[in-house]
């Protein structure tokens, strides 16, 4: 009897269990479904710009410009959060005109409290350093950092967007269009940031050749923020994944898929490769590091150490210059002493004849 109760009582037990957990399940599924129609609310729809493996990809020699590989990298796609690497270039040009310094304040609006997505979750007013503001920027690729600096330098959103657009042109970019100054999913009414994978090889390059600076900030795997309180990991896996890699960005929206912008460096040249549109985080990365490794496959030998050109043309080397004044200096002095003797003897035979016919003197 005392089996068949201690069963039953387990029984209950257990239906109570499955009960609770159904009810959780429940619960859980309708929070979920209350985020999802929360986030989704307020959200233009935009067409899906992702392929498989990406949408567009190119690899370019940092110094020279030259493009090692392409494939489809004009096509037109969301990319995200590469396009902080805007945000980077912007604020680095006035930083190089004194217009800003690293060390100056940023303060958080209650606007930029509340982007989404990535993010340090800052207090509206609370304050932190521009280097600070920098590294949360391109590790973390924090939003609401993004919002933050570009409120307080454009003096609005809109106003910091008109800064990117303007140095996009002077750039070159000309499939390119910002609209935000973080590259999340446009609002109802609004467009998404648009860009192609050559635009972005574009900005790279220029961003490295004008404000190497930037490898400060995008080499960061690992760093503390607000006082060691908040870790951020940085979201590029190549950075150790790949010998020499030391940036740039990566970037994703489900429209648009995986991005990333990546560089490295390895005996002193550099490749960018860029990857537009991927439709799998894995398959981006994977495929960016085959690119990277394609463009040093691809860049010019180097000539070997040592080695000089064969010499035509060129002066007589000087140990032969040396060598040709030298026995021409000793015939001469042969010479010279030649007729020195001869002159000498002339004389002494001469003097000999006078002595020989000279009268005595008179006493």
Known sequence: MTTIKTIGLMSVVCAGIVAWAGVAGAENKTVRKA????????????PLRSADPYLGAIVVDADTGKVLFENNADATGFPASVIK?????VIMDRIDAGQLSLSNSVTATAEATRVGGSQVYL?????????????ALMVKSANDVAMALAIQIGGSAAGFVEMMNRKAVEL????????????LPPSSGQKGDTST?????LLARALIAQHPEIFTYTSVQKRSFRNGKFIMQSHNHLLHDVAGCDGLKTGFISAGGFSIVATAKRDGRRVIAVVLGSKDRLVRDARAAELIAKGFAALPPLPPPGVV?????LPPA???????????????????????????????GIA????????????
């Open 35 to 46: 985020v999802s129609k929360k986030t989704a609310s307020g959200r233009a729809t935009i």
């Open 85 to 89: 690497l805007m945000d980077m270039m």
């Open 123 to 135: 207090a509206e007013h609370e304050v932190f350093s521009l280097e600070d503001m920098l590294y």
């Open 172 to 183: 070159g970019m000309t499939r390119t269009t910002f609209y935000s100054p973080h590259g």
């Open 197 to 201: 994978a050559r635009d972005l090889a």
């Open 309 to 313: 050109a064969a010499a035509t043309n």
């Open 318 to 348: 000087p140990m032969m210059m040396e060598e040709t004044p030298s026995s021409e200096s000793h015939s001469s002095w042969l010479k010279a002493a030649g007729i020195g003797l001869l002159a000498g003897l002339a004389v002494l």
């Open 352 to 363: 000999a004849l006078v002595m020989k016919n000279r009268r005595p003197h008179d006493f």
